[in-house]
């Protein structure tokens, strides 16, 4: 099928004489003698045979006046638009690429040069269109996952999202691995939510915070008389969690006799509180999580290898900023939200301050990430976090910055392909979004991908 072309000039006889041309090539053309009827030709066709390009003068009656011929190109954005003049005014040509026109073509026209230009620009539009349809029919695929309150788009959180939406429902044991400031927490509170304990109690105990001899009562509650100080009974945490989930943090702190006490409640199902000899009899759910590496505790004798493969159902792993730099830029841009939120502001990060924050290793992770914004935005003068926060803050650990020069930090050495890879992505990308004035059509073409693929990457990165 012949690609159709909409003609918008009012010198009757070059519309004769370019439809001559164009039909000889093959293309099927519609003349117009003004904006407003071509106008409404182009949306009268669109339900049956909408056009593939259009060709569009400025200088058209009432005014023929080119500013007024600028106005129209914001109605043709699905199609390429050839701009077409008398006038030939570099800066007209300018404003009209800027606000969405493909390419300007000056009078006279050459017909060879005009033959060119329109294959070149439907060639390149209909690959464009294929390549967006291939995008929206893979997003169409992926399952609408909620995030969980984990923010970020890399592969790790992607893949803990679909865990979690998999294994809420079940009553498997749920055993979270990771460094410490990745959300371990979160995630445990989100299993819990899309459980069927939801509406029951989520008690969060971190083994590591209790001394050794005070665990056994705070898990086991105790009875009046049980010690000195007991002068009354009280219910236990694990008591307190019947019937919802019980979140272990840092369980591999858990000292080796309390393993045991613990292996037989999740074997039984029961446990004595301290001082009591009534069994008690309790249904949870289980979730732990630790930063060490538990198999490796347990071939040293610090972690009963029983209890592990008890506690072990389902494991999910966490990582850390380092290995997923781009959810940096997302996670500054959800807590500055938080913050302004909480806080009734209205802060933004600059440019210098976004680079320092992709550049900077964060070995506490998001905790440490939302720890330095936070301060930063809490001396904050003025309604942007610059780097002259950050460096009150953090020092000497912030001289070695980008600079609003465009200047990037180097990618580590030992970083993998995919940082690398997204690193560079940013930089181009925001490399083009500041060449072209923030217009991503134009940002679009300069990078040479479709303005949808520019859209989900400028989402991906938080940009």
């Known amino acids: 099928m012949s690609a159709r072309i909409l003609l918008i000039d009012d010198e009757r006889a070059f519309c004769e004489l370019c439809s001559l041309w164009l039909n000889q090539s093959g293309y099927e053309v519609v003349s117009c003698g003004d904006a407003e009827s ?80 329109i294959a070149r620009a439907l060639d390149k539009h209909s690959l464009l269109k294929q390549v967006s349809n291939l995008e929206q029919q893979l997003q169409q695929r992926q399952p609408d996952t909620p995030d969980f309150g984990l923010i970020g788009n890399s592969a790790s959180v992607q893949t803990t999202r679909e865990l979690i939406q998999r294994i809420s429902a079940t009553q498997v044991p749920v055993f979270i691995q990771g460094p410490s400031g990745t959300g371990k927490e979160i995630i445990a509170n989100a299993i819990h939510q899309g459980s069927s304990r939801k509406d029951k109690a989520f008690i969060s105990v971190h083994c590591g915070a209790i001394p050794a001899e005070l665990l056994e009562s705070e898990l086991f509650g105790y009875k009046k008389g049980a010690f000195t100080g007991a002068d009354k009974d009280r219910k236990g945490l694990l008591a307190t969690a019947d019937g919802g989930t019980l979140f272990l943090d840092e369980i591999g702190e858990m000292p080796l006799a309390m393993q045991v006490k613990l292996l037989r409640v999740l074997q039984e199902g029961s446990y004595y509180p301290v001082g009591s000899r009534e069994l008690e009899q309790i249904d949870i759910r289980l979730v732990s999580a630790t930063n060490r590496d538990v198999p490796s505790e347990v071939q040293q004798g610090n972690f009963r290898e029983d209890l592990y493969y008890r506690i072990k159902g389902l494991t999910i792993t966490t990582t850390g900023l380092e290995q997923r730099k781009e959810d940096i830029t ?92 997204s690193a560079l992505e940013i930089k181009l990308i925001q490399q083009a979004l500041d060449a072209n004035q923030g217009n991503k059509t134009h940002s679009a073409q300069a990078l040479g991908i479709t303005r949808q693929g520019l859209i989900n990457k400028i989402k991906r990165y938080g940009l």
Request: glycine share 4%.
């Open 330 to 421: 997302p996670l500054v841009n959800h807590f500055i939200a938080l913050y302004n939120q909480q806080h009734n502001t209205s802060l933004s990060v600059d440019n210098d301050a976004c680079r320092w924050f992709l550049s900077t290793p964060w070995p506490g992770n998001v905790r440490e990430l939302k720890n330095t914004l936070e301060s930063a935005a809490a001396i904050s003068l003025n309604n942007s976090i610059s780097m002259q926060e950050i460096q009150l803050i953090r020092g000497d650990s912030a001289a070695a910055v980008t600079t609003s020069s465009g200047q990037h930090s180097e990618v580590a050495s030992d970083a993998s392909l995919e940082e690398q890879v």
């Open 38 to 117: 071509g106008l409404t030709a182009f949306n009268q066709a669109k339900q049956d045979q909408p056009f593939d390009l259009v060709i569009h003068d400025l200088a058209l009656p009432p005014s023929f006046h080119p500013q007024d011929g600028l106005q129209s190109i914001q109605h043709y954005q699905d199609v390429p638009l050839l701009v077409l003049t008398g006038h030939d005014d570099r800066s007209l040509a300018v404003q009209a690429i800027e606000l969405g026109a493909w390419d300007f073509i000056a009078k006279p026209v050459d017909p060879d040069m005009l033959k060119i230009i």
